[in-house]
């Protein structure tokens, strides 16, 4: 009897054990394509793409003197240890999770969500090779395949075009459910075309220096099919909200400055001396870009080492050194790597645009949780205004259609326009409004005043390179935010020029595309690290040494 009960035991517990198997081979919490929600997915890919701009965006913006680089030299800054991150969240992210929803969207007659996913993942390997030069593509996204080889640049490139058409028939076509919940544009397909259109302006214009002609005529077709980003409406940029936690919706850079003991970003003492000082008064967006903690400069060498110290030699007379104005603008200069002394609640911080953080309205007082904006800022991938300053380099460097003074006189405006706006849309309207009524400042007169004085000084210019230099500096200027396209515009242009020296009088070669993330290095056989800073992405055939 015993033995009979233990065999019919074990019978049952064979069949128990089996049934177990089957069940772990499907996970319930694991993703599938049999039970991804597409919207919900659509939005994680949105979300991954404004960590992946943020991320590529940061370095960038200190290269190009828009924020501090903390590190002495220039093979520091870029460190392989810095874009593993970066690496992950477009590769393991987005380009995985749009190649599991294209076929979804599309299979259900959703091409609206499919022309999202291809517009975003041309974006992605643009910025890929615009930072890293060759890299996987063809090979990568593939679970059979733990070594995937690099790509020539030019050749992602032309699979991003490729995508980029691809994506404006999906807007074309008619979809059985529009994209109602697209955090970007509310699934507008006209919207979406028409930053389609805009990436191809950038690719083209990146390629201008590699392929004139071709790029003469591809920018030429798109400026007649109309269809570039062109009104406030149209504006590529990613909103952030104000809730703390659960989840944090904040811009980043406002979430690592406004706290109770600030700190935070060091603000570009080259940037903030350019537009306080360049024109002979300050730029209008200056008070909307940065927040002066303290409005007096500082005299201790405690707080501030460097106020004791000489201009370094290799300095020249007009370059900033230490203070970039007599009124309390707080930064750091090029490469400087000092340790951090507690002036975490004087240094100055983002401003309400676009970080969503304070109007500067001369209160002087440290920046705290919540203050200002409350964090609902936005990361301007794609404005209007850039449009604009990218036709204006088109006219003057390949002859396109338009006249590159009306272009950049159109760009200057549209960027103060979108500023203010912005700004506006905060908390701190009131307060804005108060402080100009306060002191007779009258926006309009002060964006006239300034588009009078750049355009008199394009029409005084007396060589294209020149005249390329005013528009490269007020492209810079309306940049604020957007490292990928400021470090674009560095080396496709070399502009502006005359930006200010490292400290270290020998930092090393300027970065012409960053090291492999160490990630892509150790874990891939086919991975093999460039010997140094100095190779160039495809599209850059500028001298060695332009850069600084």
């Known amino acids: 009897m015993i033995k009979k009960l233990g065999t019919i035991l074990l019978a049952l517990c064979m069949v128990v054990l089996s049934s177990c198997e089957l069940d772990l081979l499907d996970n319930p919490n694991a993703v599938t394509t049999s039970n991804t929600d597409i919207n919900y997915l659509l939005n994680q890919i949105e979300i991954s793409y404004a960590g992946h701009f943020n991320s590529l965006s940061d370095p960038g913006m200190r290269l190009t003197r828009m924020l501090n680089q903390g590190s002495a030299i220039y093979d520091n800054a870029v460190s392989p240890a810095n874009y593993d991150g970066a690496w992950s969240t477009a590769y393991a992210g987005i380009l995985t999770d749009v190649k ?197 400069n500082p005299t201790d060498v405690n707080a501030l080492r460097c106020i004791t110290n000489s201009k370094p030699a290799h300095y020249s007379s007009t370059d900033v050194y230490c203070l970039p104005t007599t009124v309390g603008y707080w930064g750091r200069d090029h490469l400087s790597n000092e340790g951090i002394p507690p002036d975490g609640l004087l240094r100055t911080a983002w401003g309400v645009y676009p970080a969503g953080g304070l109007y500067d309205n001369d209160a002087g007082v440290p920046v705290s949780l919540g203050a200002g904006g409350g964090g609902a800022g936005i990361h301007p991938i794609m404005m209007r205004s850039f449009v604009d300053f990218m036709l204006a380099e088109s006219a003057l460097t390949l002859g396109t259609t338009g006249v590159a003074k009306d272009l950049l006189k159109s760009a200057i405006e549209k960027s103060m326009a979108d500023v203010r706006t912005v700004a506006l849309g905060t908390n701190e309207s009131s307060k804005i409004a108060t402080f100009e009524a306060a002191n007779n400042i009258v926006w309009a007169t002060e964006v006239t005043k300034y588009v009078t004085k750049v355009l008199a000084d394009y029409d005084a210019a007396t060589t294209t390179d020149a005249k390329l230099n005013i528009i490269g500096t007020e492209y810079w200027l309306a940049l604020h935010g957007n490292g990928i396209e400021a470090y674009n515009l560095y080396r496709r242009t070399g502009k502006p020029a005359n930006q200010q020296p490292a400290l270290d009088p020998n930092p090393g070669a300027f970065p012409r595309s960053f090291y492999y993330p160490s990630s892509f290095i150790t874990r891939n056989s086919s991975a093999v690290q460039k010997k140094d800073l100095t190779t160039p992405v495809f599209w850059d055939n500028n001298p060695s040494g332009l850069l600084k």
């Open 100 to 296: 599991t929803l294209i076929p979804l969207a599309e299979a259900g007659e959703l091409f609206v969500h499919a022309g999202i996913a291809r517009t975003l993942r041309a974006s992605v390997l643009v910025n890929l090779v615009d930072v890293f030069g060759d890299v996987p593509y063809t090979e990568a996204i593939d679970a059979a395949n733990f070594n995937p080889k690099v790509d020539n640049g030019a050749s992602i490139y032309k699979t991003a075009l490729e995508e980029l058409d691809k994506a404006i028939a999906n807007f074309a076509a008619t979809s059985k459910a529009g994209a109602s919940n697209d955090l970007m544009y509310a699934g507008s397909t006209d919207s979406w075309t028409r930053f389609a259109n805009t990436l191809k302006l950038k690719i083209y214009l990146n390629q201008r220096l590699t392929d004139a002609a071709g790029s003469t005529a591809a920018i030429n077709a798109l400026i007649a099919g109309g269809k570039l980003i062109s009104t406030a409406t149209q504006n590529f940029a990613y909103k952030y909200g104000t809730n703390l936690t659960n989840p944090d919706t904040r811009h980043p850079r406002y979430g690592g400055q406004y706290s109770p003991t600030g700190g935070g970003d060091y603000q570009s003492n080259s940037y903030m001396g350019t537009m306080y000082a360049a024109k002979g008064f300050p730029d209008p967006r200056m008070r909307f870009y940065f927040y002066r903690q303290t409005i007096k």
